[in-house]
Nanobody
Framework: QLQASGGGSVQAGGSLRLSCAIS????????VGWFRQGPEKEREFVAA????????YYADSVKGRFTISRGDARNTAYLQMNSLKPEDAAVYYC???????????????????WGQGTQVTVSS
């Protein structure tokens, strides 16, 4: 139901846009999030968007560089990543949940559905 794509290899300072195709249900009451897991690191929150209101949330480490958005057709979420740094290299996952509030929106446990990851490599 969630299909992530758009990963690849870029040099530091470059950009990538990840996509998360959503199918199988109506997500109007959901929050869609992006998480990432680097080598030998725990999975961490990157960004989230309330699907109906389009209110967005970001990890401090990506604020000002990454932008999460919703496609006009409401069946795709995007993560535009600019000014990429080597420390952004990770497998990126998209996720969705219906029970998220501000206090848990950055936590994996709040998300019910997960897509497969897409690899982002950033060379210095």
């Amino acid at each position: 139901q969630l299909q992530a794509s758009g990963g690849g290899s870029v040099q530091a300072g470059g950009s990538l846009r990840l996509s998360c195709a959503i199918s199988g249900r109506t997500f109007n009451s959901y929050t869609v999030g992006w998480f990432r897991q680097g080598p030998e690191k725990e999975r961490e929150f990157v960004a989230a968007i309330r699907w109906s209101s389009m209110i967005t949330y970001y990890a401090d480490s990506v604020k000002g560089r990454f932008t999460i958005s919703r496609g006009d057709a409401r069946n795709t979420a995007y993560l535009q990543m600019n000014s990429l740094k080597p420390e952004d290299a990770a497998v990126y996952y998209c996720s969705a949940g219906s029970r998220l509030i501000t206090s848990n929106i950055r936590r994996e446990a709040g998300y019910d559905y997960w897509g497969q990851g897409t690899q982002v490599t950033v060379s210095s």
